[in-house]
């Protein structure tokens, strides 16, 4: 079974560009969450679907932020227009069932220079 | 709000010995899941071990074992007989049991190197 998986690996943009994050869950898996970690910090909560809806967004940090998940499938996380603090590794994880372990994918790097 | 706190940046270990890793936590729950990750360099994260808040007895996984204070809100991970595999990002995390969000809370992270 294929784990979760993340498209691009790395990531370098201009500040002021657009960069569209990928994330394809385990199948099966109704809970997908993102989170993100700036070098050094621990790694903070973005948000939570279940399915295609949103069920926490809590942790997204402003507007230039948008998560989406078409389908209740893969989903997608758009920086736009990026800003230089938005460097750091974004983390997809999904779980079976609200309470099921979180399984998570390789991160993808993103750099804003 | 709820904070988990890893105050060892980084641990050393040399293979077949054994290392603590300390991770210290605060909220204001009852009931919640204590995890310890473990992200090998360039390779996904992976749950080494979980315990449940209510639980007294300790978990173990194999060669991992936890030494859970729940008055002092403490939780470390100890890796005994460790190996050159066993060299990874240790993260620290907690999720309320009760409510309706599933989040994970992380520390920082310790990086434990594992020398021959």
């Known amino acids: 079974e294929a784990g979760v998986t993340q498209f691009p690996s790395h990531s370098v943009i201009e500040k002021g560009q657009t960069v569209t994050l990928r994330c394809d869950p385990i199948s099966g898996h109704d809970n997908l969450y993102w989170y993100r970690r700036v070098m050094g910090k621990e790694i903070k909560f973005l948000l939570h679907?279940?399915?295609?809806?949103?069920?926490?967004e809590s942790g997204m940090p402003n507007n230039r932020f948008l998560a989406e998940r078409t389908g209740g499938t893969y989903s997608t996380l758009k920086v736009q227009p990026a800003e230089l603090e938005d460097s750091g590794v974004y983390f997809c994880a999904s779980s079976q069932g609200l309470w099921g372990e979180q399984y998570f994918g390789p991160g993808t790097r993103l750099t804003v220079t | 709000a709820q904070t988990v706190t890893q105050s060892q940046p980084e641990m050393s270990v040399q293979e077949a010995e054994t290392v603590t890793l300390s991770c210290t936590y605060d909220?204001?729950?009852?009931?919640?899941?204590l995890f310890w990750y473990k992200q090998p360099p360039s390779r996904q994260m992976i749950l080494v071990i979980r315990?449940?808040?209510?639980?007294?007895q300790n978990a173990t996984e194999n060669r991992f074992s936890v030494n859970f204070q729940k008055a002092a809100k403490s939780f470390s991970l100890k890796i005994s007989d460790s190996q050159l595999g066993d060299a990874a990002m240790y993260f620290c995390a907690y999720r309320p049991m009760n409510t309706g969000f599933q989040k994970l809370v992380f520390g920082t992270g310790t990086r434990l190197l594992v020398s021959p």
């Open positions: 679907f279940v399915k295609e809806s949103k069920q926490d």
């Open positions: 315990q449940e808040a209510y639980k007294q």
């Open positions: 909220t204001s729950e009852s009931d919640y899941y």
